[in-house]
């Protein structure tokens, strides 16, 4: 059974991906109003009577904005650690609350979800895999570096949500303050897009048919740039940007690599012929 993926937005305006199956899915981070999550939902076709469960990723707002209201409105449960909580500031019925740990699986219906440690400059941050059926969704954004445990993870997806969040030569030459540079750029911050580049060259399975550059800088990066940059390299794997400022389009994740480019293909010449 294949896996469905989107970007909802990713950015330091808001996070939120959507992953599932035909009958659950899970939303990653909900940094965006609970009006606009169920307004880009519906306009891909998604459901959101079938997200079984938020995880959360740290405490940041852009990850975690919208997170009380749509936990309420759809009566969904929120996974988080304890550290997590006590800095998240942000009220969600207690109800609701689900505590997770690292390395440890949690089950959202078909979904199998593991979270494991990264850095960055938040309280007990976490990355996710997403699985079901023997396929594996990576969401790895707002990393400092990359380590093991973001190597391994990798390694074994057939699709992922990749941070590439700066260009090295924007960022020192651009206008930001040096405090905030050295934040972005010292090892508890975001992964810049040679970082992210490195990774995907050195550790990228056969089987990865996806990969959705994540969480971009508006100042400190460009779309084309980054495309350009990872398509040199890209073989077979389909590179896209998730925006920040509208959803992406679905992507179907089968687990067979040739099958789902095939199919992204197609998809993408309908879209041509339908504008």
């Known amino acids: 059974m294949a896996l469905s993926i ?10 939120c991906y959507y992953v599932g199956n035909a009958h659950d899915a899970v939303l990653i981070d909900a940094g965006i109003s609970c009006r606009e999550t169920v307004k880009r939902m519906t306009r891909l076709g998604l459901n959101m009577h ?3 469960a938020i995880f959360v990723s740290h405490e940041h707002t852009d990850h975690i ?10 009566d969904l449960p929120v996974y988080i650690t304890n550290a997590m909580m006590s800095n998240a500031g942000r009220h969600v019925d207690p109800l609701q609350i689900r505590f997770y740990r690292r390395d440890e699986p949690v089950t959202a219906g078909s979904l199998c979800i593991r979270a494991f440690s990264k850095y960055h400059d938040a309280c007990d941050p976490h990355s996710f895999v997403v699985s079901a059926d023997d396929i594996h969704i990576g969401v790895f954004t707002d990393l400092g570096r990359v380590c093991d445990n973001l ?6 997806c057939h699709a992922a949500f990749l941070e590439a969040n700066y260009d090295d030569d924007m960022l020192h030459k651009g206008p930001y303050p040096y405090y905030l540079k050295k934040r972005i750029s010292g090892g508890h911050g975001h992964l810049s897009n040679d970082e992210a580049l490195r990774l995907f060259v050195e550790h ?3 089987h990865m048919s996806h990969v959705l550059l994540s969480h971009l800088s508006r100042e ?13 390299h890209c073989g077979d794997t389909h590179v896209a940007v998730a925006s920040r400022y509208e959803e992406s389009q679905v992507y179907h994740i089968s687990g067979d690599a040739v099958y789902d480019r095939v199919l992204q293909t197609k998809a993408s010449q309908l879209s041509l012929f339908s504008q």
């Open 151 to 156: 190597i391994s993870h990798f390694s074994k």
């Open 220 to 232: 400190n990066n460009d779309p084309q740039l980054v495309l350009d940059l990872f398509r040199k």
């Open 204 to 206: 990228k399975p056969a």
């Open 50 to 52: 079938k997200v079984r």
């Open 6 to 15: 989107a970007s909802l937005n990713s950015g330091s305006n808001g996070n």
């Open 65 to 74: 904005a919208g997170l009380a209201v749509l936990s309420k409105k759809f």
